[in-house]
């Protein structure tokens, strides 16, 4: 009797034995790159105490120092990835990794808010040719049947480096400086690098494009200007200002510019074409909404923990474990459920989740019991998991391999500028929400001074403790304050995990049958192809 042929293979069965380790190395590095934005989330409050227990910075300014990282992390990554498929993906990663490290070095000993804010922006760029490398050389090491389970256990590691900073992070703050949050990467960098020689395998796209500098410029440009009028808006407490419709309005013109030049070129970091496919369309609005409430929320939690609940940093990262545990937990058996029901039905009842977990926010105050907290948190990363998992494979699974790395890159580069613009944007209607309730408890501030104590919960609370035994009664407004800030965004986090919700239910694809022939080939979306 005949047995049945074995499956035709196209990766090097050296690499495939090996498949495994790679991804776990892999995995290594972008550990690497999330887990400095989590320890930062929890570091924030640190780096606001004045000197020498921090550096004084404000809420505008500690923005920035995520931005800045964003940002330049979100306006490379076209060319990131681009630079990994024609010089390879190997060599750009390991590149990327050294100039993190750098950077991490750096930052570390920042002697001002403005330093920081300038050494964030290095890391970026070191981030920005590690991330995109990570996926397109996953993408070489399985083959097809493989790579929804791999890309699944790839989003997991997010939820694992989200779930290790925090308690990293805190471990750190009660034991040494603020910079040693920064310092702790230089040594997982050189272990990465190191087995990145050892066992990754390079790979290139065999007919690379051009590189697109007037792209990059004009996409950093745009990205850059709409963001800073959204935090001066903020900082404003009105967004109507002739500067930030100014600047808000000049970003919208550049990006529009960007689009244009694009469709036009020859040879595009971005190519447009992609995004007439309305599931791959969808795919990557549902990845940037969910980041753009996540990481807006997440931004508020820490102050809320801390600075209204008393929590150390080290007790805020044990408390918001549930929120990764779960994402590492349920995005490897995310497939499974697409299998079941498909990609629309399990996308959107994640998304669902997330909107009612945001909304769960608003019901939060100086006494809620932790076991609700921790629920909320639980669910939270539950839905993120059933979400990034099925649009991630869409997104991978909807370019040819040979351009995994733009692939990669504009996935990672939507996520980037959703949870960029959602700590912008939820960043600021907290400052606003925030400074308008608190005015009118300023009355016992001298007038001077009042604009910077309405600025941020942090600031109000060093002004009262100035204050004495007068200040008790406006440290308890602050809080109050903050509370109401902290509710009204959420619900706008939740409008926008609705909004992701309606998206994906409409465009995404349902159940995706099994291709017939080799029955291991679940990839969990084709409609893309």
């Known amino acids: 009797?005949?047995?049945?042929?074995?499956?035709?293979?196209?990766?090097?069965?050296?690499?495939?034995?090996?498949?495994?380790?790679?991804?776990?190395?892999?995995?290594?590095?972008?550990?690497?790159?999330?887990?400095?934005?989590?320890?930062?989330?929890?570091?924030?409050?640190?780096i606001s105490t004045p000197a020498p227990t921090g550096l004084g910075a404000?809420?505008?300014?500690?923005?920035?120092?995520?931005?800045?990282?964003?940002?330049?992390?979100?306006?490379?990554?076209?060319?990131?990835?681009?630079?990994?498929?024609?010089?390879?993906?190997?060599?750009?990663?390991?590149?990327?990794?050294?100039?993190?490290?750098?950077?991490?070095?750096?930052?570390a000993f920042s002697g001002s808010p403005a330093e920081l804010?300038?050494?964030?922006?290095?890391?970026?760029?070191?981030?920005?040719?590690?991330?995109?490398?990570?996926?397109?050389?996953?993408?070489?090491?399985?083959?097809?049947?493989?790579?929804?389970?791999?890309?699944?256990?790839?989003?997991g590691g997010v939820g694992l480096a989200i779930a290790i900073g925090p308690i990293t992070g805190g471990l750190l703050l009660d034991?040494?400086?603020?910079?040693?949050?920064?310092?702790?990467?230089?040594?997982?960098?050189?272990?990465?690098?190191?087995?990145?020689?050892?066992?990754?395998?390079?790979s290139r796209d065999p007919r690379p494009g051009r590189l697109d500098p007037v792209g990059v410029v004009l996409s950093v440009a745009g990205l850059v200007l709409l963001v800073y009028g959204i935090i001066r808006g903020g900082q404003l407490a009105d967004f109507t200002d002739v500067t930030v419709l100014a600047t808000t309005g000049a970003g919208l013109a550049v990006l529009a510019a960007f689009v244009v030049f694009e469709k036009r070129s020859d040879h595009p970091s971005v190519d447009i074409s992609a995004f007439r496919n309305k599931v791959f369309s969808a795919s990557i609005t549902a990845i940037a909404l969910v980041f753009f409430a996540l990481l807006g929320v997440t931004f508020f939690t820490v102050f809320y923990l801390q600075s209204v609940r008393g929590h150390s940093p080290l007790e805020t990262g044990l408390l918001?474990?549930?929120l990764a545990a779960t994402q590492l937990l349920f995005a490897?058996?995310?497939?499974?459920?697409?299998?079941?029901?498909?990609?629309?039905?399990?996308?959107?009842?994640?998304?669902?989740?997330?909107?009612?977990?945001?909304?769960?926010?608003?019901?939060?105050?100086?006494?809620?019991?932790l076991w609700f907290l921790e629920a909320v948190f639980f669910l939270m990363g539950t839905g993120m998991a059933y979400v990034m998992t099925p649009v991630s494979v869409v997104v991978m699974q909807a370019l040819p391999r040979e351009k995994a790395g733009s692939a990669s890159a504009l996935s990672n580069t939507f996520r980037q500028v959703g949870g960029a613009?959602?700590?912008?944007?939820?960043?600021?209607?907290?400052?606003?929400?925030?400074?308008?309730?608190?005015?009118?408890?300023?009355?016992?501030?001298?007038?001077?001074?009042?604009?910077?104590?309405?600025?941020?919960?942090?600031?109000?609370?060093?002004?009262?403790?100035?204050?004495?035994?007068?200040?008790?009664?406006?440290?308890?407004?602050?809080?109050?304050?903050?509370?109401?800030a902290m509710h009204v965004t959420a619900l706008w986090g939740a409008a926008v995990a609705v909004l992701g919700a309606v998206v994906v239910a409409v465009f995404l694809p349902g159940?995706?049958?099994?291709?017939?022939?080799?029955?291991?080939?679940?990839?969990?979306?084709?409609?893309?192809?």
Not at 141 to 152: H, L, S, T
């Open 1 to 46: 009797m005949t047995s049945p042929a074995a499956p035709v293979r196209r990766i090097p069965e050296a690499v495939h034995r090996r498949r495994w380790v790679i991804l776990g190395v892999l995995m290594m590095s972008l550990l690497i790159v999330v887990l400095d934005n989590s320890i930062l989330n929890v570091a924030i409050k640190t």
């Open 58 to 107: 404000t809420q505008s300014q500690l923005e920035w120092a995520i931005n800045a990282y964003t940002l330049v992390f979100a306006g490379l990554l076209f060319t990131a990835g681009l630079l990994g498929d024609r010089l390879g993906r190997k060599k750009v990663l390991i590149g990327g990794l050294a100039v993190f490290g750098a950077g991490s070095a750096l930052a």
């Open 117 to 155: 804010i300038v050494f964030r922006a290095v890391m970026g760029l070191g981030a920005a040719f590690v991330m995109p490398a990570t996926m397109a050389v996953l993408m070489h090491v399985f083959e097809r049947d493989e790579q929804p389970r791999a890309i699944g256990i790839w989003t």
């Open 175 to 202: 034991h040494f400086w603020w910079g040693s949050v920064f310092l702790v990467n230089v040594p997982i960098v050189a272990l990465a690098v190191a087995l990145m020689l050892w066992l990754v395998p390079d």
């Open 320 to 322: 918001m474990l549930p």
């Open 332 to 369: 490897p058996r995310a497939r499974l459920m697409v299998d079941r029901v498909g990609s629309r039905i399990t996308t959107t009842a994640g998304l669902v989740v997330l909107a009612a977990t945001l909304a769960a926010f608003a019901l939060l105050d100086e006494a809620t019991p």
């Open 421 to 484: 613009l959602g700590i912008a944007v939820l960043g600021s209607v907290l400052s606003t929400a925030y400074r308008t309730d608190i005015e009118g408890a300023l009355g016992p501030v001298p007038p001077g001074a009042r604009h910077a104590a309405g600025e941020s919960i942090e600031a109000t609370l060093a002004v009262a403790d100035r204050l004495g035994p007068r200040g008790e009664p406006l440290a308890d407004a602050a809080a109050d304050a903050f509370l109401y």
């Open 511 to 529: 159940r995706t049958p099994v291709p017939e022939g080799d029955g291991r080939d679940r990839a969990l979306v084709t409609a893309a192809d």
